[in-house]
C-alpha cells in the first residue's frame, strides 16, 4: 500500500479507542469538537476563519492567524483529554505524506509544513487531511455509508467537493489530489470556473451556481421570479445559493425550478462518475446537500436516466449525507485516531 | 480486499511461473497466445470470431460458435502445456465473481456461465476478464506503466475502454463494471452513442469518431478533403478510422485536423480523468492510440492545458502502450497464471 492512502480497518470497522479532536477548517468559520471513538460530539467549539485580504503580504500574516486560531481550539477542548490527537481538515490539496498543504485556494496556504508546526505548538500528534476526504471518512464510519465498500461522496456547498473510498481507504491518487470531481469540464466552453477553465461541473451544480442562476432571474427582472425579487428587494447581489434553496422549500415555484436544473446536472456528472468509479452508494453532503432533499432525489432520478448501460448493470444508491455539518471534523478527529 | 479487485504482487512484482494461455475475443477476431512468466509471446493461433447476426434465433448459435471456437484455440495452444491456466478478455461486463459474463455488446452473451462452460470442456482452470482491464495489467506488468503504482489505460479503438490499476489491484467497482470512460457524457446533447445516450466521450475520441468526421467531409464534399475524396473515390461509407489515421501519418492536412481535433478532445477528457482519479500515468493503447503518435502527442498537449488546478500539482505522464494488438491476450495470460 503506498503511503497516500489512509489505511481503514476493513469493511466492517470496530469503532472504539479513546477521544479525538477533530477540526474543520472553512472559509468562513472554523469548526472543531471533541469526538468519541463512537463517532459521537462529546464538546464543541468554534471560531471566525481569520478574514481573507487581497494585499499579498498580508497573506501571510492571515496564514499565521488561521494557523493561531486552531491552536487555541485544540488547547481549548484538549484540556481535559491531554492525549487526544489532533485532525485538521481543510479545503485544498495536501502532499502524499499529509505533512504539507500544497495549496489551499481559500486559506492563503501555499507549500505550509502546517503539521510539524503544529505539532511543535501543540505538542499532540497531529493529522491533516482534506475536508471533503474527512467527511466521507466520516460518513463511511458512522453514516450513510456503513457497510459499503465502494463510496463516492459528493460534499455540494460552494462548490463540489469529492471523495472515494474503497474498501477501507481513502483513494487520494498518486499525487494525493484526487477525487476533484467539481472540475470535471462538463460543458465544454461553458461557464468560467474559479479554477481559470471553463464548463467545470461545479459551475453546473453547487451553491455557487444556484444563487449565479438565482442572480440572473432578478436581474433580468423575471416575472416569474416575484419571490426572489421580493426577498431580495430587487437586490440581485443579495441572492445567495442558500436563499434560493430556502425559497424552494418554501414552495416558491421558480426556486424549485433552479433546484431542478440543478438536480439533473447533479445527475449526469453522477452517471459519470459512475461510469468511471461503479460504485455501490453516493452520498450526496455538504450545506447545499444536506439542506435539500429534492435536489438529492431529482439528482438520483437523473443520475437513473443517465446512466450509460442502464438496463444491463445495478444502479449505485444515491443517500443523503447524515452527519450535516459535523461531519468534517467527525471524520478528521476519527482519522487521527486511526493513524 | 473486496473479491472483485483481481490482487496484484505488489508495485513491483516478480516476473516468472509456467507459461499460461491468453485469449483476447474481439468483435472480429479471436486472438490467442501461450505466454511465458515474463509476458513473452512463445507461441501464437486465431481464429475468426463466428460473425454477428441479426437475427435473435441465431444470436444463441453465434454465442456457441464464439465458446467453440475459443475451445478449440485453447487445445491448439495447449497440446504442449498441459498445466496452462487459461485467461479469457472479451469486451464487456463480468459479473463481480468472474464467472459470468453480463453483457458483451459485440458478442452476443447475456448472462452467461461462461467460466463453467469453458472450465469443463476444457479442464483447465479458466479467469474471464474484461479485455480493457487485461491490457492494462499486461502494460503495467511488462510495458508502458512498469513500477507505476496509479495507472489509468485508455484502449482507443472503436470505442473508449478503460482500466484503473491502483496499487497491482485493478479496480472493478462495486458491480464489477468500473472503468467505462468512453461512456462519460462530455458534450451534453452530442452526438448519439452507441450506449443511447448522447454526447459520450468515445464519440469524439475514437475510431469511430474519426471515421465518422472522415465521412462528412467526404459528403460534404469538401475541397480540402480531396487526398480522403480520392482513396474512396468519393465513396463517403468506405471511409474508416484507420484510413484517416493513415492518411495523417502520410502527411495529408485534412486528416491531420481531423487527429488533431480529436486529440484535444482526448485531452479533455484526460483531464477529467486526472481530476477524479490523479493517476500517475495515462497509459494510450488499442489499435488507433497504438497508431497514432501525434494523437498521442496532441491528447498529452490538451490535457496540460486543460488540467484543472495545473501550476499547483505535478502532471501524469501521457505514454503510449508499448504492447500493441497482443496487449490484451498477454494480460489475460498473466491474470489466469496469477489468480
Redesign the interface.
Known sequence: ??EN?LQGPG?APASGGGPAIGIDVGGTKIAAGLVGGDGRLLQRAGRRTPRPVSDPASEEMKAEAVEAAVVAVVRELGADAPDAPVGVGAAG?MDRSGREV??SPHLAWRNEPLQERLEQALGRPVLLTNDADAAAWAEWRFGAARE???VVCLTLGTGIG?A?I??GRI???????????G??????GGHR?A???RG?WEQYASGNALGREGRGLVEAASPIAHALRAAVDDDAALVTGALVTQLAAEGDPACRDLIDEMGQWLG?GI???A??????VFVIGGGLGSASTALVETAEHSYRR?L???G???F?RVAQAQLGAEAGLIGAADLARRR
Chains 1, 2 share one sequence.
Request: net charge neutral; aromatic share 10%; with cysteine.
Open positions: 500500500m503506498s492512502q469493511a490539496w500544497l495549496f459499503e465498500t465502494h469529492g472515494t474503497v474498501d483513494q487520494r491518487g498518486r499525487f494525493g489530489v484526487a477525487g476533484e470531481f472540475h470535471q469540464t462538463i460543458v465544454p470556473c479554477c481559470g477553465n467545470c449526469l452517471a459519470n462518475l461510469a468511471v468509479l461503479d460504485p455501490g443517465s450509460s448501460g442502464r444491463y448493470r445495478p449505485a
